[in-house]
């Protein structure tokens, strides 16, 4: 039973790793690969942080070595693939910790540490320490998000239940409630903001009104599914309760 446990978890991290290979270069530019956050997020919900940063260092090195891509693909992945099945397991399985774990590990520490790896290894000039923040930053909330609905969706149909008893032996319930969930959708609103905002102001450097309709447009949009999302499900509850 252990052997074949071992076995299995060897053929799923294969899978995440090669699918971290190949899906990494979607939406990819330098400082910035968001699909390789999702990767991270959903190997550590799924296997724990030892094996999500072991995941994430064999696709920096395989990258770096195929692709050619500098040793951001590590310093961009490893800690916030760690940090991510740290914050899930000790939030007791709340998803949305997993992502959080993921933004400060890639986008803060990740960040702050591929400031001397590039500049002083790899010889890259006009760098400081708080350079490859905002991409990170933006990067892990796209793969982030992504993650968080995938998994969420996972969780809904009791798939990522079964999952995480055949490759761990435990499960986490994520009890998060009505309020807690809108007030994730909320977020999203907020995460969506970020995401324009640095992709405009710091990346392609644009200052185009119709920016900010996007940027406030879906803020508002999440705050009314947020709500009536509350609203639908509070209903429903209440029915049941007084059947």
Same mark, same amino acid.
């Given at each position: 039973m252990k052997?074949?446990?071992? @076995?299995?978890? !060897?053929?799923? $991290?294969?899978?995440? @790793? &090669? $699918?971290g290979v190949?899906?990494?270069?979607?939406?990819?530019?330098?400082? !910035? /690969?968001?699909? %390789?956050?999702?990767?991270? @997020?959903? /190997? %550590?919900?799924? !296997?724990?942080p030892w094996y999500s940063l072991l995941c994430a260092t064999l696709?920096?090195?395989?990258? !770096?070595?195929l692709m050619a891509i500098p040793p951001i693909a590590l310093t961009g992945a490893v800690f916030?693939? =760690?940090?991510?099945?740290?914050?899930?397991?000790?939030?007791?399985?709340? $998803? +949305?910790? &997993?992502?959080l774990g993921e933004v400060i590990g890639t986008g803060v520490i990740g960040a702050i540490a591929s400031y001397p790896v590039m500049s002083i290894l790899w010889g890259r000039d006009g760098l400081s320490w708080l350079f490859y923040v905002p991409?990170?930053? /933006? %990067?892990t909330l796209i793969?982030?998000? +992504? &993650?968080?609905v =995938?998994?969420?969706?996972?969780?809904?149909?009791?798939?990522?239940?079964?999952?995480?008893?055949?490759?761990?032996?435990?499960?986490?319930d994520d009890k998060s409630g009505v309020i807690s969930n809108s007030a994730s959708i909320a977020a999203l609103g907020a995460i969506i903001y970020l995401v324009i905002k640095i992709l405009t102001t710091m990346i392609f450097e644009t200052s185009s009104p119709i920016w900010s309709y996007f940027e406030n447009g879906a803020v508002i949009v999440c705050v009314v599914i947020a709500i009536v999302y509350y609203v639908m499900n509070r209903s429903k509850r209440d029915k049941k309760e007084n059947v």
């Open positions: 052997s074949s446990k071992k @076995i299995l978890k !060897m053929v799923v $991290l294969s899978m995440l @790793i &090669a $699918l190949v899906i990494s270069p979607i939406l990819r530019v330098e400082g !910035m /690969c968001p699909m %390789a956050h999702f990767i991270n @997020i959903v /190997c %550590a919900v799924l !296997m724990g696709i920096g090195l395989i990258r !770096m070595a916030g693939a =760690f940090l991510s099945g740290v914050f899930y397991r000790v939030s007791k399985g709340k $998803l +949305i910790f &997993a992502v991409s990170f930053v /933006c %990067a793969g982030g998000s +992504i &993650a968080f =995938f998994l969420k969706k996972l969780l809904k149909t009791g798939a990522l239940a079964r999952f995480q008893i055949m490759l761990t032996g435990k499960s986490y």
